[in-house]
Structures are given as structure tokens and as C-alpha cells.
């Protein structure tokens, strides 16, 4: 018999030329979303100093920051969001829903930030000039 006859017990391939086992599914390079990595970490905040110290809706709503203020408030927003994802995630195993969370409390603390740093009575004249205008 020779090395590359086929019988119903050997593979054709001669064992020279074996190719190696293919890897078990479960051993398949994984993809984890959660964690964030440092780099996307410091995306999100250089995008929170951006958005809290240029013109935009926002800041004509609320003001904008200097760019001191909103380097420091940026840092803490990203720093709060993520504490507060990062002990969702001990109870989800959805490394998803874990970021949405981030996603929304980096939101929700940044529109906090605007409205406490806005100016007295800014947001309140808008909505009395849109009533009134309507």
C-alpha cells in the first residue's frame, strides 16, 4: 500500500504533506467589545472636550466650556460613565448592552455637566421665546 492510497480508514494525504487540525470553534479568536480599549477611551473623551468647548446645538443652548474646564469635565464624565458600565457589566454577559450603558451615561452626564455650568435663566428664556413666538 502506498502512502497516498486511499482506504476507508486513511485520508488520502501522505503524512508529510498533513495539513494541521483545523482549531475547535470554541477556540476561534474572540471579539470583546467590553472593555473599551484605552485609545477608544481617549477618543471618547478628546470628543467630549470637543463637544463641550465648540460651537454647536448644545452650547447655544447652554454655553460652551474653556477648554480647560471642558478637559477636566470630559475626563470626569468618561471616568463616571465608565464606573458605572463597568458595574453593569459583572451582572451582563452582553459585552453590547454594557457598552450601550456607557454610551447612554456618557450622555446623560454630559448634558447634566452643560446644564449645571449654563448660565441662570439661559435655558429658560429660549423656551419662553419659543412660546411665545409660536
Known amino acids: 500500500m502506498s502512502d497516498t492510497e486511499i482506504t476507508p480508514d486513511h485520508p488520502s494525504v501522505s503524512p508529510q504533506t498533513e ?7 470554541s477556540d476561534a479568536l474572540s471579539f470583546t467589545i467590553w472593555p473599551p480599549t484605552q485609545r477608544t477611551r481617549d477618543a471618547v473623551v478628546n ?3 470637543e463637544t463641550l468647548s465648540s460651537p454647536s ?8 466650556l474653556s477648554s480647560d ?23 451582563s454577559a452582553d459585552g453590547i ?4 450603558l456607557y454610551s447612554k451615561e456618557i ?7 452643560v446644564k449645571a455650568r449654563a448660565p441662570p ?13 409660536e
Open 69 to 91: 474646564e471642558a478637559s477636566a469635565a470630559a475626563h470626569q464624565i468618561e471616568d463616571e460613565g465608565f464606573s458605572a458600565a463597568d458595574a453593569s457589566a459583572a451582572t
Open 47 to 49: 470628543r467630549l472636550i
Open 97 to 100: 448592552e454594557t457598552l450601550q
Open 121 to 133: 435663566g439661559g435655558a429658560a428664556v429660549e423656551e419662553v421665546a419659543t412660546v411665545v413666538s
Open 57 to 64: 446645538v448644545l452650547s447655544k443652548r447652554y454655553g460652551t
Open 19 to 25: 495539513a494541521p487540525p483545523l482549531p475547535h470553534p
Open 107 to 113: 450622555s446623560k452626564r454630559m448634558l447634566d455637566t
